[in-house]
């Protein structure tokens, strides 16, 4: 069974940038759905954004601020966040989606704040 592992979270300042890693254990195949999702304290876990093949799907919250994208050859995708709102901050958390069966990883927290 693969395991993910995300990596990259921390501490910024309002309008800073951070780069999310999410490294599988093994090839995921391009045509597997991938995805971040992020859960804030007392809110419900929402998606961020998806990727499948050349599909990419962002949430109307993070358009134009976030960049999903996926290296196939490394097995690891990311998510490219830039211009953060202190709203962001949550714990995000990397999704592979295998026809019924979802995996995912431990999260990795965000935290914007001046």
């Known amino acids: 069974q693969v395991q993910l592992v995300e990596s990259g979270g921390g501490l910024v300042q309002p309008g800073g940038s951070l780069r999310l890693s999410c490294a599988a254990s093994k090839k995921i195949f391009s045509d597997y759905s991938m995805g971040w999702y992020r859960q804030a304290p007392g809110k419900q876990r929402e998606l961020v954004a998806s990727i499948t093949g050349r599909n990419i799907n962002y949430a109307d919250s993070v358009l134009g601020r976030l960049t999903i994208s996926r290296d196939n050859a490394k097995n690891t995708m990311y998510l490219q966040m830039n211009t953060l709102k202190p709203e962001d901050t949550a714990v995000y958390y990397c999704?592979?989606?295998?026809?019924?069966?979802?995996?995912w990883g431990q999260g990795t927290q965000v935290t914007v704040s001046a």
């Open positions: 999704n592979l989606r295998t026809g019924p069966f979802d995996t």
